[in-house]
């Protein structure tokens, strides 16, 4: 079974500045897809980012981007010029791809999420 | 469009009892998902549903079970409540579920059990 660390239960950092928030993973896959979600407090998941294994462009949204290293099964999120607005809990997440034998293969599996405190 | 909605967004039952909780996906989504959200387990899959059918499911007692309905909303239902079950569901829904497709989370109910 595949699963996702996030090594940084908490972080902080200073109003636009860039910040990166670890994620790794383990997986037998060749192909699979990664995300990292963003949950508010007390509101609803977000997608912030996605990511397909296969391509060799890490993904970019924005102000946020990803450094995908498949290699060493690293997928790390970068928040350029950070904001208040990104305070937020922030989950990575993995997905199988849809030829998978697993019976897991339309399910996400999230690590333990990384708390970002953006600070005026 | 309208995003995934959640209904109740909060409920208080006690042990033993049975909840339902509800869904309701994004027009057009025909694949629900649905997860578990607790601060000692983190997010863990419980089901997926498409086309009324439940294609996958996760590691959980048999107390939970779920259906979906043919225009796409889908109950779950915790029968036998235990203390253990108090979480933040959540519901995710997306076009077909196929291949890496971004599921859209819905902004969760809230379960206590007392």
């Known amino acids: 079974a595949q699963t996702v660390t996030q090594s940084q239960p908490e972080m902080s950092v200073q109003e636009a500045e860039t910040v990166t928030l670890s994620c790794t993973y383990d997986t037998s896959e060749s192909n699979y897809y990664l995300f990292w979600y963003k949950q508010p407090p007390s509101r609803q998941m977000i997608l912030v980012i996605r990511q397909e294994a296969y391509k060799q462009q890490n993904a970019t949204e924005n102000r946020f981007s990803v450094n995908f290293q498949k290699a060493a099964k690293s997928f790390s999120l970068k928040i350029s010029d950070s904001q208040l607005g990104d305070t937020a809990m922030y989950f990575c997440?993995?997905?199988?791809?849809?030829?998978?034998?697993?019976?897991?293969?339309?399910?996400?599996?999230f690590g333990s999420g990384t708390r970002l405190q953006v600070q005026p | 469009k309208a995003g995934v909605t959640q209904t109740p967004r909060y409920l208080i039952k006690t042990r033993g009892q049975q909840v339902t909780l509800s869904c309701s996906p994004i027009s057009g989504h025909r694949s629900v998902s649905w997860y578990q959200q607790t601060p000692g387990q983190g997010l863990q899959f419980l089901f997926e549903?498409?086309?009324?059918?439940?294609?996958n499911k996760g590691n959980f007692p048999g107390r939970f079970s779920g259906r979906q309905f043919s225009n796409s909303r889908s109950e779950m239902n915790v029968s036998t409540l235990e203390l253990g079950d108090s979480a933040l569901y959540l519901c995710?829904?997306?076009?077909?579920?196929?291949?890496?497709?971004?599921?859209?989370f819905g902004p969760g109910t809230r379960l206590l059990v007392l």
């Open positions: 549903y498409f086309s009324e059918t439940q294609r």
């Open positions: 995710a829904s997306s076009l077909d579920g196929g291949g890496g497709e971004t599921q859209y």
């Open positions: 997440a993995f997905m199988k791809p849809l030829l998978s034998v697993d019976t897991g293969r339309r399910a996400l599996t």
